[in-house]
């Protein structure tokens, strides 16, 4: 290939959310990246299930896992062959995390790379997380790379993703960077809206604006040992997902509906500030991406909340919301492809950098 012919990936991103799969048609040239098309994929009502079932399950028979990761392997090809036509180089598969349990040294991705690349016939990246976990990391956040490649001139930066799992990456005037994940983001306000309303999510906040927060439960909820812990630290399902969504329903069961998507939307907005107040010295711009964006209750909350900082579009850098995490793992992906750095790791904890992901080259 010519030295400044385009190079095209598609980076992928499903995240713990379980929203569907993000694609991001992302062109390399001239040492500068750019998305070309953006899509988000909604899963069958069959697999989603199959997703939940195997997330929310502290055990699983094999043969299910199995042949599930083969399930969710080719309905990821497939969305890629029906996303573009445009001839692709690489693909970057972050993969659907089913468990993270960084103290035990331990991540599992549904999705197979090799599988991929013979499905696709095109060369793929995959499974970034455990070289970092071998290394003494977290195996995650591992997008904070990204943000020092695209936002270190705008510093003092926070840039914050509200996915299942909010994170924040803050970039300080010095170029100093710090990097964890916050808490829960949409994953428990989801899972009450499903168990509650049969709905995926809460639309804009519209149940949300509706209830009243009980701040004595607030607080008790806010006690929970995730956000004690020092950074770096990461988290998942193994913290917010179906046992404290029980715990919090166990101890919510006197509130309506309203009130309760109120409280876990407040739950988010708390932790995520308390964390930035915590941990980001010197208030600046904050560039929100990722679902939470979307609502409205949860961002009002964030902005009453941290009043002195500068809450800026992710758009205005010519990245809409939704599609940054899948722009994030095709920039990884190619990093690794090309043999570059691409690992931060006082971001996740590692004792040295790294280059992260696996290569399946496609073949002739």
């Not at 705008?154 to 799992?165: F, Q, T, Y």
């Not at 995926?200 to 995730?226: P, V």
């Not at 069961?253 to 109120?262: F, G, L, P, Q, T």
Request: hydrophobic share 40%; aromatic share 8%.
């Amino acid at each position: 290939m010519a030295q400044n012919a385009p190079f095209y990936i598609v980076g992928t991103m499903s995240g713990t959310s379980l929203d569907g799969l993000d694609l991001a048609l992302v062109r390399y040239q001239q040492q500068r990246y750019e998305i070309i098309d953006f899509s988000t994929v909604e899963f069958s009502e069959s697999l989603h299930g199959d997703l939940c079932k195997v997330v929310s399950e502290t055990q699983m028979a094999i043969d299910f896992f199995m042949k599930l990761n083969t399930a969710y392997t080719r309905f990821v090809a497939k969305s890629i062959d029906e996303f573009t036509s445009q001839h692709i180089d690489l693909i970057s598969f972050s993969g659907q995390t089913i468990r993270h349990l960084p103290q035990h040294c331990a991540t599992l991705q549904l999705g197979c790379g090799g599988i991929l690349s013979s499905l696709t016939k095109t060369s793929v990246v995959c499974d970034f997380r455990s070289q970092d976990m071998g290394a003494g990391g977290q195996g995650a956040p591992l997008v904070p790379f990204v943000d020092s490649l695209l936002f270190a001139d705008v510093a003092p930066v926070a840039l914050l993703n509200i996915g299942g799992i909010a994170n924040i990456t803050y970039i300080s005037a010095d170029q100093q960077l710090i990097a964890f994940d916050t808490g829960p983001g949409n994953m428990v306000i989801n899972a009450l809206v499903q168990k509650l309303c049969n709905r995926k999510y809460d639309a804009n906040g519209e149940l949300a604006a509706q209830g009243k927060i009980d701040t004595t439960i607030l607080q008790r909820l806010l006690t929970h040992r995730y956000f004690g812990l020092p950074i770096p630290k990461s988290t998942g399902r193994a913290d917010f997902g179906a046992n404290f969504v029980d715990y919090f329903l166990e101890n919510t069961s006197h509130m309506s509906v309203e009130d309760r998507i109120a409280l876990a939307t407040e739950l988010s907005a708390a932790s995520i500030s308390e964390a930035i107040n915590e941990h980001c010295p010197k208030p600046g711009k904050i560039i929100v991406s990722g679902g939470g964006k979307h609502n409205e209750t949860l961002m009002n909350s964030l902005y009453n909340r941290l009043p002195l900082w500068q809450f800026t579009p992710i758009n205005d850098y010519g990245i809409t919301e939704d599609a940054k995490e899948a722009l994030a793992f095709a920039i990884l992906g190619h990093r690794a492809y090309i043999g570059r750095n691409n690992h931060i790791p006082q971001a996740t904890g590692a004792d040295r950098e790294l280059i992260l992901g696996a290569i399946y080259h496609a073949g002739k």
